[in-house]
């Protein structure tokens, strides 16, 4: 994996805390009389279903999801957090997006699509080779590790420049977010 200024924890620590201004900022509008609705508040983690696997459709990709197994709409992060075994640093978003909180209404289920190897010439090269995959939908959860030989990949996941897409509405729309987003053939946010 190439070397980056922004590790897991820094990439944690902003999500996190764009979250909780998120939720934070409602506090205020509402005391003040206006009719703004309340954003609900992060998922508990009990209440997430993280899940990975290989897709069907593209080569080199995985397909995330998370359920919201709760009565209540909550906010995951818009994001998944992705990283590779002891590898330092997570999968960047495509397209460049802040972090921010999604709503995720209950018992809806979101997806992202990741592609581990960039198409880059210094990729063979300088890939990486990890044994896991570790996922979470909330910076400060916990999240799944997921053994890559479950995904498809039993000599190992090659990493290099990862990147992953914003939570969609289904895998057909993650994945096709991300071959867009990779092969610059557009942008399109979630």
């Not at 919201?68 to 997006?97: F, I, K, Q």
């Not at 209950?106 to 996922?135: G, N, Q």
């Not at 897409?165 to 071959?179: D, E, M």
Request: with cysteine.
């Amino acid at each position: 994996m190439r070397v980056r200024r922004a590790t897991a924890a820094t990439v944690t620590a902003v999500a996190l805390t764009a979250l909780t201004a998120s939720t934070a900022l409602v506090a205020p509008a509402a005391s003040a009389g206006t009719a703004t609705a309340a954003k609900p508040a992060p998922c508990a983690e009990k209440n997430l279903t993280v899940r990975a696997e290989p897709s069907d459709d593209s080569d080199g990709v995985l397909r995330l999801s998370v359920r919201n197994d709760s009565a209540r709409a909550c906010l995951v992060d818009r994001v998944p957090t992705v990283t590779y075994g002891d590898l330092d640093g997570a999968a960047l978003p495509v397209p460049t997006v802040r972090h921010a909180g999604r709503s995720l209404a209950p018992h809806t289920t979101v997806y992202a699509a990741v592609l581990s190897l960039s198409d880059s010439k210094d990729a063979d090269d300088e890939a990486r080779t990890v044994m896991s995959l570790h996922v979470a939908a909330v910076p400060d959860h916990d999240g799944r590790t997921f053994q890559v030989l479950k995904l498809g990949a039993p000599a190992g996941l090659a990493v290099y420049d990862p990147v992953t897409t914003l939570w969609q509405s289904s895998p057909h729309r993650a994945t096709q977010v991300l071959l867009e987003e990779t092969t610059g053939r557009g942008i399109i946010a979630a």
